[in-house]
């Protein structure tokens, strides 16, 4: 009997060890092309043309200088990108979280043809629809502006979804009671009483639509002409042009600017980030 | 008590009026009108007068019928998800079973969690475009790698191969999507009742055994989730095959894809906004028709499971009537 529990407990050892050794794999996997793409940008062209290095050398300020040399602008990219994320992501969260309260807290006679609605076009993919969209921004002579990209989130079914769950999990209608009692406006109730419960759900709602804008390609890419207003993700596809050919050290400096920013954002916030994916899947 | 008299319902309207207009503005109306010009010759930079076709779905049936990169772009795009989605489903599966087994109590699972997740969050476009130039011709980082483990003696050219050009689009969209793909599992086998389990190990069950007949009959909701999404994210697959090779299509058309079509047809060359419209239209059909499908699937979800609870409780009257 011991002599079996023995066996077993050395095949366990044995795939627990084969285990730790294929995720280790899969994290260097994840971890080496970005590790490559921050030492490259450190090392001359003629280093990178010479082979393959782990690390960093000192050619940080001549890939700058180079790159910063020729139509790429890194700071006003990362302005520009910034600027529509953020503001987008205001108005995804809040006014989300306003449609979300009225669907929850009111009794009207279309809220639930309305919900309904939206789950229906919750799925709705951006690009279906593109070919219009800049055909009448054309007209309106808002390509090369910002607005086309920010207010279309006013109009975030998905989460509005997400923001009418948590407030059925969370909110007792006592509270807008009490809130009418003491003779609150509605509007005043939902910014000053609701809107601080929502927190943490207006918190991971608002990561997940700032790194979506930021990512976002499509969009920019076809209403964007002008290259004083691109975003990092435009900027991006220049690095692929003629201009940067052979000058390696620069691509891969270009390339790292563009993904520092969520670097960053990602290891600030990476349990909030995981626990959001998590919840996305549950959530039906 | 008069407060009750009150009729607050109009604030529900009130309060949802800023989405619906936004809505209608920004997404109805421009849904509408790629529809319309569909079936219009709206084509050219400088815009003129637009007609509707003699033929109102010539546009469409030009597509389907004989419009040979319309149809490549099809198929590129159903391979190159498949590709994806299977390898993809399958690592997150065998890493679900491992990180959630109890047995096997597998260390720094956080940190496992955030390191096979983090390509998902970096800009697509910027992984393109590093993924390219990682496999530069004739030196770029992989050549190297290879060189010096000898596995070539010349530099490849691995962008000018079909197959590889689709293989290496597909093993991104793999690489970046599997880690989310195995936290929604993972999270899904933490909702399966712990009673399941326990009850599968007092039987004896192996963990295998567990795995095959406990975790994934329970997990196959989710399963289906994911393949739905995924589906309807992999028709839109642009940033990847756009960026990766240029010219975008790869080496004859092999990673041309739906999205990258309608963008070529639209906003390069003859500026077509007519063949590109009507080529949303069919993406947007296919869509619509696979989201039909995951909210069929996931209605039956909700009836099968009140059964299974009702049988459940059944089955426990049963046995307490027993055991009394």
């Not at chain 2, 509408?32 to 010759?41: E, K, R």
């Not at chain 2, 190159?80 to 087994?101: D, E, H, R, S, Y």
């Amino acid at each position: 009997m011991a002599k079996i529990e023995r066996t077993a407990t050395v095949s366990r050892g044995i795939n627990k060890t084969i285990i730790y050794v294929v995720c280790i794999g899969l994290a260097l996997l994840s971890i080496l092309p970005f590790w490559v793409m921050f030492v490259n940008a450190t090392r001359s062209t003629a280093e990178i043309q010479s082979g393959l290095s782990l690390i960093p050398s000192t050619h940080l300020k001549t890939n700058w200088d180079v790159l910063t040399s020729k139509s790429f602008d890194p700071l006003k990219g990362f302005l520009n990108s910034f600027i529509i994320s953020a503001t987008s992501t205001v108005c995804a969260v809040y006014f989300s979280s306003l449609t979300a309260y009225g669907l929850v807290v009111y009794n009207w006679k279309w809220r639930q043809t309305f919900f309904t609605f939206i789950l229906c076009v919750m799925m709705i993919p951006a690009q279906a629809s593109a070919i219009g969209f800049y055909q009448f921004m054309y007209q309106l002579h808002w390509t090369n502006s910002f607005l086309p990209l920010i207010l279309p989130a006013i109009a975030a079914p998905a989460i509005v979804f997400f923001m009418r769950q948590y407030l059925l999990a969370t909110l007792s209608l006592e509270i807008v009671e009490a809130a009418r009692i003491d003779g609150s406006g509605e509007f005043a109730t939902f910014n000053k009483i609701i809107i601080p419960i929502m927190m943490p759900a207006v918190a991971t709602q608002a990561i997940f639509a700032f790194v979506a804008s930021w990512n976002n390609l499509f969009m920019p890419l076809i209403l964007l002409t002008d290259k004083s207003k691109y975003t990092l993700p435009v900027m991006v596809s220049l690095l692929r042009g003629d201009i940067y050919k052979t000058e390696f050290g620069s691509i891969y400096m270009g390339l790292a600017l563009t993904a520092l920013p969520l670097f960053v954002i990602y290891f600030l916030l990476s349990r909030y980030i995981i626990a959001g994916v998590a919840l996305g899947g549950v959530k039906e | 008590m008069r407060r009750k008299g009150v009729n607050y319902s109009k604030y529900g309207y009130i309060f949802s009026i800023p989405f619906i207009i936004a809505f209608l503005i920004f997404s109805l109306y421009p849904t509408l009108y790629t529809a319309f010009i569909g079936f219009t010759d709206m084509k050219g930079v400088i815009p003129k007068q637009v007609h509707i076709l003699d033929n109102p779905f010539g546009n469409f049936k030009d597509l389907i019928l004989n419009n040979v990169s319309f149809k490549q772009s099809l198929v590129n795009t159903f391979v190159l998800w498949i590709a994806n989605f299977i390898p993809q489903i399958g690592l997150a599966l065998l890493l679900t079973a491992w990180f959630t087994n109890k047995r096997l109590n597998i260390k720094g699972q956080g940190a496992f969690k955030v390191l096979l997740y983090m390509p998902n969050i970096i800009t697509a476009s910027t992984i393109a475009v590093l993924f390219s130039t990682l496999f530069a011709y004739p030196m770029g980082p992989v050549n190297s790698l290879f060189h010096a483990l000898g596995w070539s003696d010349a530099p490849i050219q691995f962008l000018q191969d079909k197959n590889t050009a689709r293989g290496i689009v597909s093993f991104i969209q793999f690489w970046m999507w599997y880690g989310n793909t195995m936290i929604i599992l993972i999270a899904g086998v933490m909702g399966i009742n712990p009673a399941l389990f326990e009850a599968a190990a007092i039987d004896g069950a192996s963990g295998t055994q567990t795995f095959f007949r406990v975790t994934l009959p329970s997990l196959r909701t989710i399963l289906l989730y994911s393949l739905v999404t995924s589906m309807i994210g992999g028709l839109q697959m642009f940033d990847i095959p756009q960026l990766f090779i240029t010219p975008a299509g790869g080496p004859d058309n092999a990673t041309l894809t739906t999205s990258v079509f309608i963008y070529g047809q639209a906003f390069k060359g003859a500026y077509m906004y007519n063949k590109a419209a009507a080529a949303s239209m069919i993406m947007f059909l296919i869509a619509a028709v696979l989201s039909a499908l995951l909210f069929y699937l996931m209605r039956d979800r909700g009836e099968a499971k009140l059964r299974k609870q009702l049988k459940l409780q059944q089955k426990a009257a049963k046995a307490a009537a027993k055991g009394v």
